[in-house]
């Protein structure tokens, strides 16, 4: 493998900016520093990584010229994307997810499927240890041609990290990737964002009886279409058993979802790569009986209308706090609210009115 192609494998570093020059390999477009956006598209189109990761960069960058173009391609790579089954993972950390991906992955490329890895990690937000940083992870799923890792963009908040990780998917479908995975830590938030964008939920559980799921929330459970008991194996067998037994009859106590699917719990290993086969099967029925009867493509329109709110509401609230005379004044408001002058209803009014006739 040469060197270039290497590169393009391998996990790729999140970076706050893009550089300048996006792009030294290709030539530029005359006075211009980037390609135009109808090189970026043909480039991902024809599944040209480097391109790829270079558009990619361009979605997380944070200047306003990067994120123009950034729009202009992804609007143009629309009408190619949609394609692909889109499974969100989640799990406490220690639970085996990178190990459980890596297996499960490798069962899917005999499949002959192309596959993309993203992460939505809140951790990474805190610090450089993304879930999906650590380059020893999911190390020969890495090295193959049809596989495609990107980490959580860092420096973003985890609505940012979410909106950014679902502009990456349009780009990734139309570069001809059929499955998507996207995984998150099992701490709250980021699975609901997660949820907003994935066709399929998996939720991995160790054995350790129906206990287990009292730690976790209540909603997530609710979210989940399958339960993975993982690490299924040696002396863990028999108590995998029973968590699944478990697991089962708590899920009996939830309403029957939209879709007519009943979500199942299977027992998996990541290490034996027992489950895989049978994960496998249960998405391709879930697929044919959501496909079926329409709630695939529902659920996929409830999630645009859901993104159309979302970016909506994050608009509004940047061009409110971003606004010269808002800023001038919430300390001075904020400073009566605290010292008992004045009350938070008649703040808020006050700079919402600022922003309202002064815009
Ligand atoms: P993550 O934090 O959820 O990504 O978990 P990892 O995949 O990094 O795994 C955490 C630990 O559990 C590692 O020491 C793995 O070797 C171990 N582990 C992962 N999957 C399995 C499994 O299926 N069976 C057993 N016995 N151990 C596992």
């Not at 995975?181 to 998996?202: K, N, P, R, W």
């Not at 391709?284 to 996929?300: L, P, S, V």
């Not at 409830?302 to 010269?324: A, G, S, V």
Request: hydrophobic residues 35%; glycine residues 8%; aromatic residues 6%.
């Amino acid at each position: 493998m040469d060197s270039k192609k290497k590169k393009a494998l391998s996990i790729s570093e999140g970076v706050d900016q893009a550089p300048a020059n996006i792009n030294p390999h290709l030539k530029r477009r005359k006075g211009g520093a980037h390609l135009r956006p109808d090189d970026y598209v043909q480039g991902i189109r024809l599944g040209n990584r480097v391109v790829l990761s270079q558009a990619i960069t361009l979605i997380e960058s944070k200047l306003p010229e990067h994120q123009a173009l950034a729009q202009q391609i992804l609007e143009a790579c629309l009408p190619y994307a949609g394609n692909s089954f889109r499974l969100g993972i989640t799990g406490s950390p220690g639970v085996g997810k990178s190990t459980f991906i890596e297996r499960f992955g490798l069962d899917l490329l005999e499949q002959n499927k192309k596959i993309t890895i993203l992460a939505i990690d809140p951790s990474s937000q805190l610090s450089r240890g993304s879930i999906l940083g650590d380059k020893t992870r999911m190390e020969a799923l890495s090295r193959s041609e049809d596989v495609f890792i990107r980490p959580t963009p860092s420096g973003q908040t985890l609505g940012g990290v979410a909106r950014k990780t679902r502009e990456t998917i349009v780009l990734c479908e139309a570069a001809g990737f059929d499955t998507i995975i996207i995984e998150t830590v099992g701490v709250g938030q980021s699975e609901i964002a997660v949820h907003s964008m994935v066709d399929f939920f998996l939720l991995l559980l160790l054995p350790g009886g129906g206990d287990e799921l009292q730690g976790i929330k209540r909603g997530i459970v609710e979210m989940a279409d399958m339960i993975a008991v993982n690490k299924a194996d040696g002396d863990r067998l028999e108590l995998a058993r029973q968590a699944k037994r478990a697991y089962q009859n708590a899920l009996h106590l939830f309403p029957p979802k939209e879709s007519s699917w009943t979500p199942p719990v299977i027992m998996c290993s990541g290490i034996s790569g027992m489950g895989m086969s049978d994960i496998i099967e249960q998405l391709r029925d879930f697929q044919k009986i959501t496909k079926g009867n329409g709630t695939f493509e529902k659920k996929r329109s409830d999630q645009n209308k859901y993104w159309l709110y979302e970016t909506i509401q994050h608009r509004l609230r940047q061009l409110f706090y971003t606004h010269p005379d808002v800023k001038k004044q919430l300390p001075v408001v904020e400073k009566a609210i605290l010292e008992g002058k004045l009350s938070s209803f008649r703040g808020a009014e006050q700079l919402l009115k600022l922003f309202d006739h002064k815009k």
